[in-house]
């Protein structure tokens, strides 16, 4: 079956640090892969999406690069803000009307 | 835009009452809509796949007659959460499948937190 993992957090940086979330996946064929953004008391928010491999997704300084070879989706983003302090999650979904499925969560911290 | 609401946002109830939750997609027609739980600090678990038209398909380990769904038309789906205890307080959250594009993506509606006395 289809499983993604993520790195346990959280993950607690100062501002204006580098920001790596570690995203692996398990699936058979070519998943599309996605991160979103849960900011505290609020649903989820697509951040970025890449739906072939070597794709980049990109959106607010943040990316992640669709890697088949290691089956890797890292969130990435070069100076991290005290707004970004939320949970991210990873996800992969192999159809249209098909569940996603989702990493564990990640709990980023970001502190003046 | 793909922008999906839920209502409400927050709602307290006492243990035995049932509570409707509905789960709306505002500017486009979802013919799948899905229903998460999220316990504390922890993931989305899903609940169940909703078909417009047809009955939900739930997942494993959750109890039908307790979470009921009905997807009545291309955008709304409601789940009633019957009888309610306190266990069943938690973080619900809807989100709806747009079609029609190669993403696969899924749009999310803002949560509802189910508090049961």
């Known amino acids: 079956g289809n499983s993604v993992t993520q790195m346990e957090g959280p993950v607690t940086l100062s501002e204006e640090a580098f920001l790596t979330i570690n995203c692996t996946y398990t699936?058979?064929?070519?998943?599309?892969l996605f991160w979103y953004v849960q900011y505290p008391g609020e649903g989820l928010q697509l951040l970025l999406k890449?739906?072939?491999?070597?794709d980049k997704g990109s959106n607010k300084g943040f990316e992640a690069t669709y890697r088949k070879e290691t089956t890797s989706f890292h969130l990435e983003k070069g100076s991290v803000q005290v707004s970004d302090s939320a949970v991210y999650f990873c996800?992969?979904?192999?159809?249209?009307?098909?569940?996603?499925?989702f990493g564990g969560g990640t709990r980023l911290m970001v502190k003046p | 835009g793909a922008v999906v609401s839920q209502h409400p946002s927050r709602v307290i109830c006492k243990s035995g009452t049932s509570v409707k939750i509905e789960c709306r997609s505002l500017?486009?027609?979802?013919?799948?809509m899905f229903w998460y739980r999220q316990f504390p600090k922890q993931s989305l678990m899903l609940m169940a796949t909703?078909?417009?038209?047809?009955?939900?398909?739930?997942e494993q380990g959750v109890e039908k007659d307790k979470f009921l769904i009905n997807h009545a038309s291309l955008t709304l789906s409601t789940l009633t959460v019957t009888s309610a205890h306190p266990e069943d307080s938690s973080f619900y959250i809807c989100s709806a499948d747009k079609g029609g594009n190669s993403y696969n993506e899924q749009f999310f509606g803002p949560g509802t937190r189910l508090t049961v006395l």
């Open positions: 699936a058979t064929g070519y998943p599309s």
């Open positions: 909703s078909n417009e038209g047809s009955k939900a398909t739930y």
């Open positions: 996800a992969l979904s192999r159809n249209a009307g098909n569940m996603l499925t």
């Open positions: 890449a739906t072939k491999a070597d």
């Open positions: 500017d486009f027609q979802a013919t799948t």
